[in-house]
């Protein structure tokens, strides 16, 4: 079946700009995660969506940061005034019990 | 807080040798312990789990360990091969508030022919 797809795979935009970033986890998987890698780097969490709880949003690094989760399936990371720093691979995966399923990543560049 | 510790950060070994990868984990309710491998620019995949009910499983040239009461588990490749050069990630699953999954910070592994 379809594994975990992120959209766009690559993003290159200029400093100050918002992007939207889009995941679509496996179907009827209750737990959503998004994570950031920085080249050469560990996984950075930055939130976790499980059902219609709250999400845990402990990871984002600035308010700049948010996320949503769309009738519990799709879900969206936006980056407001992008800054340089913010260049990475962001990672989201999903989950039904404990395994997590990771998706291909989208690159963002900011330049 | 949760966390999960992981050691060494790097490790490099000659192709035939054994590779070992520590962590250590905070909850002691936590149950379950994948192991993720990285390959270079692609996406982490799962290689290896074990659940707390169990100390030790094995699947061909890999196996985990786990210590529920020092609360660490351990990775084991034996006759490491290049292909098997990659970052491997540790996680648990927190069992306090959220039922979370949380990772390591990663070893890089480099196995020389």
């Known amino acids: 079946g379809a594994g975990v797809s992120q959209s766009p795979s690559n993003k290159v935009t200029e400093k100050g700009k918002d992007v939207e970033l889009r995941c679509d986890p496996i179907?009827?998987?209750?737990?959503l995660y998004w994570y950031r890698q920085s080249l050469g780097q560990g996984l950075e969490f930055l939130i976790y969506f499980q059902g219609n709880s709250a999400p845990d949003k402990s990871g984002l690094p600035s308010d700049r940061f948010s996320a949503e989760r769309t009738g519990g399936s799709v879900s969206t990371l936006t980056i407001q005034r992008t800054q340089q720093e913010d260049s990475a691979v962001y990672l989201c995966?999903?989950?039904?019990?404990?395994?997590?399923?990771f998706g291909p990543g989208t690159r963002l560049t900011v330049l | 807080g949760e966390n999960v510790e992981q050691h060494p950060s790097t490790l490099s070994v000659q192709e035939g040798d054994s590779a070992v990868i520590k962590c250590t984990y905070s909850d002691s309710a936590s149950n379950y312990f994948p192991w993720y491998k990285q390959e270079l620019g692609k996406r982490p995949q799962l290689i290896i789990d074990i659940r707390s009910n169990v100390g030790e499983k094995k699947d061909q040239r890999i196996a985990v360990t786990l210590n529920k009461t020092a609360k660490h588990f351990s990775l084991h490749i034996t006759e490491t091969q290049p292909e098997d050069s990659a970052v491997y990630f540790c996680a648990a699953l927190m069992n306090t508030g959220f039922q979370k999954l949380v990772f390591g910070t990663g070893t890089r592994l480099l196995v020389s022919p």
């Open positions: 995966a999903s989950s039904q019990y404990n395994e997590q399923f």
């Open positions: 179907s009827g998987h209750t737990a």
